[in-house]
């Protein structure tokens, strides 16, 4: 191997390294998208199932908006994204809906206001993004 070529192939690893801690660093940004999603779908869940029709809904609706909104914009301002993101993000949205709609449904028509059933709820539908951000920190 020529000297010219052994530099070459330590500044291509030198730049390898370098993209992956960029990579690396670059997408814990997801951790604290989670964060926040898990604790606003919390939010949305006691609003609606504590506060009363119709301003309970207004109000968890309204803020849940406001903070998926927000969520969204900040999302599309990040320049980097971990490899399978698309596939783990679906992932996230498709549990918090199927126990979103497994709390809610019950809760509307057999646990109208009832503290015993809404507060576990709300932790039950926080947890895909509770879970998720641990585990996206993690890696």
Avoid at 40 to 55: E, N
Avoid at 66 to 78: D, I, P, T
Avoid at 94 to 119: D, H, K, M, N, R
């Amino acid at each position: 191997m020529t000297e010219y070529a052994s530099r070459d192939a330590a500044a291509a690893l030198a730049r390898v390294k370098e993209l992956g801690s960029t990579v690396r660093n670059g997408t814990k940004w997801y951790v604290w998208y989670q964060v926040i999603f898990g604790c606003a779908a919390a939010v949305m869940v006691l609003c609606i199932g504590l506060l009363g029709r119709p301003h309970g809904v207004a109000i968890g609706t309204g803020a849940w908006v406001a903070v998926v909104v927000a969520l969204s914009v900040y999302a599309s301002r990040q320049r980097v994204s971990r490899r399978g993101f698309g596939r783990w993000h679906a992932g996230l949205i498709t549990a918090w809906a199927v126990l979103y709609l497994a709390v809610l449904l019950p809760g509307i028509f057999w646990f109208e206001g009832a503290v015993s059933w809404w507060v576990p709820g709300a932790v039950v539908v926080a947890l895909p993004g509770l879970i998720g951000g641990y585990v996206e920190a993690r890696r």
